[in-house]
């Protein structure tokens, strides 16, 4: 007896085959992924102390002027806050309505003094303790 199978049935013969070997394929893979993160040792995350650090952007101003410097006086806003602090006034450092006395190296708050710098430090209350001042983020 002679059997006559078509095209069609060939074709969906090898197109199973085919599902079927890529199936058992991708649980071999699956398996082996699986074995291999288990045995590899996990990563341990050093904390980072700069990152752990809370950071707060803003002009670095005096607490006499604040944002707004006196414009009639002909001084930049740099040479008006290291001024007021010669007469006696603070750090401050002013972003939009906050403001937030700065207690730290004052050589170093001076070389910021009237421009937008990012501190790193913490707060307590209305007060900054600074550790760094840097550029903007």
């Not at 893979?29 to 809370?54: D, H, I, L, Q």
């Not at 006696?88 to 939009?96: E, H």
């Not at 207690?103 to 600074?130: F, H, M, P, Y």
Request: with cysteine.
């Amino acid at each position: 007896m002679k059997l006559n199978r078509s095209w069609f049935s060939l074709l969906t013969f090898c197109a199973s085959a085919s599902l079927l070997a890529g199936l058992a394929i991708a649980v071999v893979f699956t398996g082996a992924s699986v074995v291999v993160a288990a045995a590899a040792p996990a990563a341990v995350e050093e904390p980072n102390p700069v990152a752990a650090r809370p950071m707060f952007s803003g002009v670095i101003t005096d607490s006499q002027c604040g944002a707004r410097h006196a414009e009639g006086s002909g001084k930049s806003p740099a040479e008006c806050t290291l001024a007021c602090v010669r007469n006696g006034a603070k750090y401050s450092l002013v972003n939009g309505g906050k403001k937030y006395a700065l207690d730290g190296n004052a050589d170093e708050l001076g070389k910021w003094a009237g421009q937008r710098a990012t501190l790193a430090g913490t707060r307590s209350g209305e007060t900054i303790k600074v550790s760094s001042v840097g550029n903007p983020r």
